[in-house]
């Protein structure tokens, strides 16, 4: 008997008969482990002792020719990995490249080695497998290279030049703001400056401008500028100049109020808030902009107008704005402004929230290309990548492996040390499977499921795509990764690394610092289930994980937040069952975290491959009212998981509800008079994969029982299908439940619907089409 509703959602045993690289890249793998000892062969002799150096040469005439770099290793250990960069004459475009792949902004390069020839003994060089690139437009010599940030042929850096004209633009009680003119470059462009006192470093600026902070009034400062160039070499520093701060005692008339302060541009994360001048006897040297009684953000006197970030969606926020003069006098707050930013997803309408599994690319054939041509990908809001795996051993998000699970559902350690980096970023799809119709190169640091979602960003931009962790599997260490606030705080660091940041690990020549960067726009947490023995067997879990998911929330939300830029999404899966949630989700102080809380709508009853759960009575998976002929003891609805959320107080706004795009299926069930609905059975009917019994996706299932007659149960709100006295009985959503669903999230203004999975529907995308429809504010 079922404690509660289940959700097995699995990677399948890895497909061994990958075929991963194209064309000439399956013959260049077979010379990788020669590559090592042929790499200095036949290279020239000379290399600049101690440093890492790229030498230019080109062959050809007129406008065809082409250009190769050979890097070269002078120093005296392996060096693994290099990139080069370059600018280009003008007028050249690159044609075509081998033994490396290149990205091209205008004239600039930047071009990295192919799995094979990234690394480089000591001593030895590239040659004769060297970046080399075919160009047309006027044969000449690239200018501007650097070879893994240094300059190619191994010289010292020259430093930027000291900074001129610099000023004191500004002086106040406790500031001293200095502009300047520019630092000529050096071999480097400037990316910043520092502004010192007595040798120490007290501001520093992106910009020709800087503020120094913290100083007495009425005292005599000096103050020098140095520029720093964008690979850390500092400059001389410029001229000194001395200022001094304002005596207060000379002013005590604090400015007027700033008036009108009023709301501009909106998002999910920002406000840009503006307002016209104070006054005040002497000047206004400042503005200072509070949220209550804190503040926020200030702006110098001559700009009235500022843009706050790190804004929680769907929240209200009040502002005001007090003006500050050169004595740092306060003026009386302005009038107050109240904004409400916009919600994370949805915008006031309905949201679609859809997984895209990581092995759907297997046996199920269905690649994130069929979110385009279904038309799904123009009609959801969020997709979900399932799953993320927790590293056993060092509790941090794991990739870059590619381990199967065991082939047996309940072996407790099923899951530990599983993934596919082959199937994320390894796999180099064929032109038929791609999204943008272009082959992947089976050379590319970027390839698999992540670059095809990056090429449906491309397409789509408003579309969002958060990584999934956990999932039935993978949950087994989420109690150990949030259990103290040391593992919280490195596991959502590990994370964000890893698929915020996109540095994703070595696997096959793919992977890399920042290859995956701009792909993942948040996390979605599929813990289950926290503090509940009902999860998947050998599952940890603890009396104190309600608490720790909370922290764990809240740890991801901070350091989300902290990255800056646009808002990144945190979802969860949630659960249906009053018993887990009391077990393991403190509904409330989650939510404070969470943007989307998709809650189960599904797996309430079911029989799986093992026959543990119950293969001897049928039941409705997916009801959105309870059945009063149900006979078992728990009575579970979508309307009733919902009810427990709204009653919580959490918000409508936050909440979607699971639909199914798969059906759960009994066998040798008996009729009863009712078309099967409740009856015995006798364990799990065949499935769709056969280690997946009692379960097919919907286009899998209508297409492919013979026999189904589908019924609906208006109470309820279920479907089923029935092969006849003694036959296949089925649970699943289609086309007229999905309807009612649809009208239901509507009258409860919920934020939407989430869908396990997407390769479950027809080729055209029925059900979602009907969930659009039915989302259609």
């Given at each position: 008997?079922?404690?509660?509703?289940?959700?097995?959602?699995?990677?399948?045993?890895?497909?061994?008969?990958?075929?991963?690289?194209?064309g000439?890249v399956?013959g260049v793998?077979?010379m990788?482990l020669a590559?090592?000892?042929?790499?200095g062969?036949?290279a020239?002799?000379?290399?600049?002792?101690?440093?890492?150096?790229?030498e230019f040469s080109?062959?050809g005439?007129g406008?065809?020719?082409?250009?190769t770099y050979v890097?070269?290793?002078?120093?005296?250990?392996?060096v693994s990995?290099?990139?080069?960069e370059f600018?280009?004459?003008?007028?050249?475009?690159?044609?075509?490249?081998?033994?490396g792949?290149?990205?091209?902004?205008?004239?600039h390069v930047?071009?990295s080695?192919?799995?094979?020839?990234?690394?480089?003994?000591?001593g030895g060089?590239?040659?004769?497998?060297?970046?080399?690139f075919?160009a047309?437009?006027?044969?000449?010599?690239?200018?501007?290279c650097l070879v893994?940030g240094?300059?190619?042929?191994?010289s010292?850096a020259?430093?930027p030049?000291?900074?001129?004209?610099?000023t004191?633009?500004?002086a106040t009680?406790h500031?001293?703001?200095l502009?300047?003119t520019?630092?000529?470059?050096?071999?480097?462009?400037?990316?910043?400056?520092?502004?010192?006192?007595a040798g120490?470093v007290?501001?520093?600026?992106a910009?020709?401008?800087?503020?120094?902070q913290?100083?007495?009034?009425a005292?005599?400062?000096?103050?020098t500028?140095?520029?720093?160039?964008?690979?850390?070499?500092t400059?001389?520093p410029?001229?000194?100049v001395t200022?001094?701060?304002?005596?207060?005692?000379?002013?005590t008339?604090?400015?007027t109020?700033?008036?009108?302060?009023?709301?501009g541009a909106?998002?999910s994360s920002?406000?840009q808030?503006?307002?016209?001048?104070?006054?005040?006897?002497?000047?206004?040297?400042?503005?200072d902009?509070y949220?209550?009684?804190?503040?926020v953000?200030t702006?110098p006197?001559?700009?009235?107008?500022a843009?706050l970030?790190g804004?929680a969606?769907?929240?209200?926020?009040t502002?005001?704005?007090k003006?500050?003069d050169?004595?740092?006098?306060?003026?009386p707050?302005?009038?107050a402004?109240?904004?409400?930013?916009?919600?994370?997803?949805?915008n006031?309408?309905y949201?679609?929230?859809?997984?895209?599994?990581q092995?759907?690319?297997y046996g199920?054939?269905?690649?994130?290309?069929?979110?385009?041509?279904s038309?799904?990908?123009?009609?959801?809001?969020?997709?979900?990548?399932?799953?993320?795996?927790v590293?056993?051993v060092?509790l941090?998000?794991?990739?870059?492996?590619?381990?199967?699970?065991?082939?047996d559902p309940?072996?407790?350690d099923?899951?530990?040390g599983?993934?596919?980096a082959?199937?994320?970023?390894?796999?180099?799809?064929?032109?038929?499977?791609s999204?943008?119709?272009?082959?992947?190169?089976?050379?590319?640091?970027?390839?698999?499921?992540?670059?095809?979602?990056?090429?449906?960003?491309?397409?789509?931009?408003?579309?969002k795509?958060?990584?999934s962790?956990g999932?039935?599997?993978?949950?087994?260490?989420?109690?150990?990764?949030?259990?103290?606030?040391?593992?919280?705080?490195?596991f959502?660091?590990s994370?964000?690394?890893?698929?915020?940041?996109?540095n994703l690990?070595s696997?096959?020549?793919a992977?890399?610092?920042?290859?995956?960067a701009?792909i993942?726009d948040?996390?979605?947490i599929?813990?289950?289930?926290?503090?509940?023995?009902?999860?998947h067997p050998?599952n940890?879990?603890a009396?104190a994980d309600?608490?720790?998911?909370?922290?764990l929330l809240?740890?991801?939300?901070?350091?989300?937040?902290?990255?800056?830029?646009?808002h990144?999404l945190?979802?969860?899966?949630?659960?249906?069952?009053p018993n887990?949630i009391?077990?393991g989700?403190?509904l409330p102080q989650v939510?404070?975290?969470?943007?989307?809380?998709?809650?189960q709508?599904?797996?309430f009853?079911?029989?799986?491959?093992?026959?543990?759960?119950e293969?001897a009575?049928?039941?409705?998976q997916?009801n959105?009212y309870?059945?009063?002929?149900?006979?078992?003891?728990?009575?579970?609805s979508?309307?009733g998981?919902v009810?427990?959320?709204?009653?919580a107080?959490i918000?409508?706004?936050?909440?979607t509800?699971g639909l199914?795009?798969y059906?759960?299926?009994?066998?040798q069930?008996?009729?009863g008079?009712?078309?099967?609905?409740?009856?015995?059975?006798n364990?799990?009917?065949?499935g769709?994969f056969?280690?997946e019994?009692?379960?097919?996706?919907?286009?899998?299932?209508?297409?492919?029982?013979?026999?189904?007659?589908?019924?609906?149960?208006d109470?309820s709100?279920?479907?089923?299908?029935?092969?006849?006295?003694?036959?296949?009985w089925?649970?699943?959503?289609?086309s007229?439940?999905?309807?009612?669903?649809?009208?239901?999230?509507?009258?409860?203004?919920?934020?939407?619907a989430?869908?396990?999975?997407?390769?479950?529907?027809?080729?055209s995308?029925?059900l979602?089409n009907?969930?659009?429809?039915?989302l259609?504010p």
């Amino acid at each position: 008997m079922s404690t509660g509703p289940r959700l097995r959602r699995s990677p399948r045993t890895l497909d061994r008969t990958r075929r991963r690289l194209a064309g000439a890249v399956a013959g260049v793998a077979a010379m990788a482990l020669a590559l090592a000892g042929l790499a200095g062969l036949g290279a020239p002799a000379a290399q600049a002792a101690g440093a890492v150096t790229a030498e230019f040469s080109s062959t050809g005439s007129g406008s065809s020719w082409t250009g190769t770099y050979v890097v070269k290793n002078g120093t005296a250990a392996a060096v693994s990995g290099w990139t080069l960069e370059f600018d280009l004459p003008a007028g050249v475009t690159i044609t075509g490249e081998t033994y490396g792949t290149s990205t091209v902004s205008g004239s600039h390069v930047v071009a990295s080695p192919a799995y094979y020839n990234s690394t480089i003994p000591a001593g030895g060089s590239t040659y004769p497998y060297s970046y080399t690139f075919t160009a047309s437009g006027p044969m000449g010599t690239p200018t501007g290279c650097l070879v893994n940030g240094d300059k190619c042929d191994g010289s010292p850096a020259v430093p930027p030049h000291a900074p001129t004209g610099v000023t004191v633009a500004d002086a106040t009680a406790h500031t001293v703001t200095l502009r300047w003119t520019a630092a000529a470059v050096g071999d480097f462009p400037v990316a910043s400056y520092d502004v010192l006192r007595a040798g120490a470093v007290v501001a520093s600026s992106a910009t020709t401008s800087a503020t120094v902070q913290g100083l007495s009034p009425a005292t005599a400062y000096q103050f020098t500028v140095r520029a720093k160039d964008s690979r850390g070499n500092t400059g001389e520093p410029s001229a000194p100049v001395t200022a001094t701060t304002f005596d207060p005692a000379s002013d005590t008339v604090p400015p007027t109020a700033p008036p009108n302060l009023r709301a501009g541009a909106v998002t999910s994360s920002t406000v840009q808030l503006s307002w016209d001048a104070a006054t005040d006897n002497n000047r206004v040297a400042a503005y200072d902009i509070y949220q209550g009684s804190t503040p926020v953000a200030t702006t110098p006197a001559d700009t009235r107008t500022a843009t706050l970030t790190g804004l929680a969606p769907a929240t209200a926020y009040t502002f005001t704005v007090k003006a500050r003069d050169l004595a740092d006098n306060p003026s009386p707050a302005s009038g107050a402004v109240t904004v409400t930013t916009l919600e994370a997803v949805g915008n006031g309408g309905y949201a679609k929230v859809g997984y895209f599994v990581q092995w759907g690319i297997y046996g199920r054939q269905y690649f994130v290309r069929n979110l385009d041509t279904s038309g799904a990908a123009a009609k959801l809001d969020v997709i979900n990548y399932a799953f993320g795996n927790v590293d056993p051993v060092n509790l941090t998000c794991l990739n870059g492996v590619t381990k199967g699970t065991t082939a047996d559902p309940e072996d407790p350690d099923q899951g530990d040390g599983a993934g596919d980096a082959e199937a994320d970023y390894g796999r180099a799809f064929p032109a038929s499977q791609s999204v943008n119709g272009q082959a992947d190169d089976g050379w590319g640091k970027l390839r698999g499921n992540f670059n095809q979602l990056k090429e449906l960003k491309a397409k789509y931009p408003e579309l969002k795509v958060v990584m999934s962790l956990g999932g039935w599997t993978y949950s087994k260490y989420f109690s150990d990764v949030a259990a103290t606030d040391a593992s919280r705080k490195k596991f959502v660091s590990s994370c964000i690394d890893m698929y915020i940041k996109g540095n994703l690990p070595s696997y096959e020549g793919a992977g890399g610092p920042g290859v995956a960067a701009g792909i993942f726009d948040g996390f979605d947490i599929d813990w289950e289930w926290p503090g509940s023995p009902d999860g998947h067997p050998g599952n940890h879990y603890a009396a104190a994980d309600k608490a720790d998911l909370t922290a764990l929330l809240a740890e991801f939300r901070r350091q989300l937040d902290a990255l800056g830029g646009e808002h990144k999404l945190l979802t969860a899966f949630t659960p249906a069952d009053p018993n887990k949630i009391a077990a393991g989700w403190d509904l409330p102080q989650v939510s404070k975290s969470l943007d989307i809380e998709n809650i189960q709508g599904y797996d309430f009853h079911g029989s799986g491959s093992d026959n543990s759960w119950e293969p001897a009575r049928t039941g409705s998976q997916a009801n959105l009212y309870p059945d009063p002929a149900s006979p078992y003891p728990h009575d579970f609805s979508v309307d009733g998981a919902v009810q427990l959320y709204l009653d919580a107080g959490i918000s409508p706004r936050k909440l979607t509800i699971g639909l199914p795009f798969y059906g759960r299926g009994w066998q040798q069930v008996t009729d009863g008079g009712a078309h099967g609905v409740w009856q015995p059975a006798n364990g799990a009917a065949p499935g769709q994969f056969a280690e997946e019994a009692g379960t097919r996706g919907y286009n899998n299932l209508v297409t492919s029982v013979p026999g189904l007659t589908v019924y609906h149960d208006d109470q309820s709100v279920a479907t089923y299908g029935y092969t006849g006295n003694g036959g296949q009985w089925w649970s699943f959503d289609d086309s007229w439940s999905i309807a009612e669903k649809a009208a239901y999230i509507k009258s409860k203004h919920l934020l939407g619907a989430m869908i396990w999975e997407m390769s479950g529907d027809t080729p055209s995308g029925t059900l979602l089409n009907t969930l659009s429809t039915g989302l259609t504010p």
